[in-house]
């Protein structure tokens, strides 16, 4: 079997993420784009890499917009088949923090952050969204002489974490209720 057609294959598995025939094509065709494509992954190079550059590009950009599906369902049937290969009860299982830089101001989701790529001594901000992606360790090594593979199996944005706050602050000049040891405390009997 080609890498190819394995790859269709799972595209094939696809379809019942999709209400219609047409958007499973149509995500399929975008699918291989991006991997056809050079440079930078935007749907419009992927548009182009598939010959598609004459023709209106609205229908491509519904499939994003207006389509109803589910991005996480993508994962089952690559989860199907590295489960297949995983023997024994426990899987492993890595998660990666992501994040993407962004320059719109008007993304509603996209939070400043610590930048990865700064220096320990020097904290830089990014504006930019967060990521986590779950991974199947998948163990090849038991029936190869290779490494052990990391299949993504899940990729969620996830909101900027907040801190909890415990309410307003104490009005008693920071004290947080209990007495200290050199104040006098008067019995009334």
Same mark, same amino acid.
């Given at each position: 079997?080609?890498?190819?057609?394995?790859?269709?294959?799972?595209?094939?598995?696809?379809?019942?993420?999709?209400?219609?025939?047409?958007?499973?094509?149509?995500?399929?065709?975008?699918?291989?784009?991006?991997?056809?494509?050079?440079?930078?992954?935007?749907?419009?190079?992927?548009?182009?890499?598939?010959?598609?550059?004459?023709?209106?590009?609205?229908?491509?950009?519904?499939?994003?917009?207006?389509?109803?599906?589910?991005?996480?369902?993508?994962?089952?049937?690559? !989860? =199907?088949?590295?489960? &297949?290969?995983?023997?024994?009860? #426990?899987?492993?299982? %890595?998660?990666?923090? $992501? +994040?993407?830089?962004?320059?719109?101001?008007?993304?509603?989701?996209?939070?400043?952050?610590?930048?990865?790529?700064?220096?320990?001594?020097?904290?830089?901000?990014?504006?930019? !969204? =967060?990521?986590?992606? &779950?991974?199947?360790?998948?163990? #090849?090594?038991?029936? %190869?002489?290779?490494? $052990? +593979?990391?299949?993504?199996?899940?990729?969620?944005?996830?909101?900027?974490?907040?801190?909890?706050?415990?309410?307003?602050?104490?009005?008693?000049?920071?004290?947080?209720?209990?007495?200290?040891?050199?104040?006098?405390?008067?019995?009334?009997?």
């Amino acid at each position: 079997m080609t890498l190819l057609a394995a790859l269709l294959e799972i595209l094939s598995e696809w379809r019942q993420a999709f209400p219609q025939q047409r958007s499973w094509k149509r995500a399929a065709r975008q699918a291989l784009g991006f991997l056809a494509c050079l440079g930078r992954r935007t749907l419009s190079r992927i548009i182009w890499s598939n010959g598609g550059q004459q023709r209106s590009w609205s229908s491509e950009y519904f499939l994003h917009s207006r389509c109803d599906w589910e991005p996480q369902q993508l994962f089952a049937p690559i !989860l =199907r088949r590295g489960l &297949a290969r995983c023997p024994g009860r #426990l899987v492993g299982v %890595a998660i990666d923090d $992501t +994040r993407l830089r962004k320059t719109g101001r008007l993304i509603r989701q996209a939070f400043y952050q610590r930048d990865p790529l700064s220096p320990p001594f020097h904290v830089n901000l990014m504006l930019g !969204l =967060r990521f986590l992606q &779950a991974s199947l360790l998948v163990p #090849l090594y038991r029936r %190869a002489a290779v490494s $052990t +593979r990391a299949v993504p199996i899940a990729f969620e944005e996830v909101s900027p974490v907040k801190r909890r706050n415990d309410g307003p602050a104490p009005s008693n000049g920071g004290s947080t209720g209990r007495q200290s040891n050199n104040t006098t405390c008067r019995n009334p009997l």
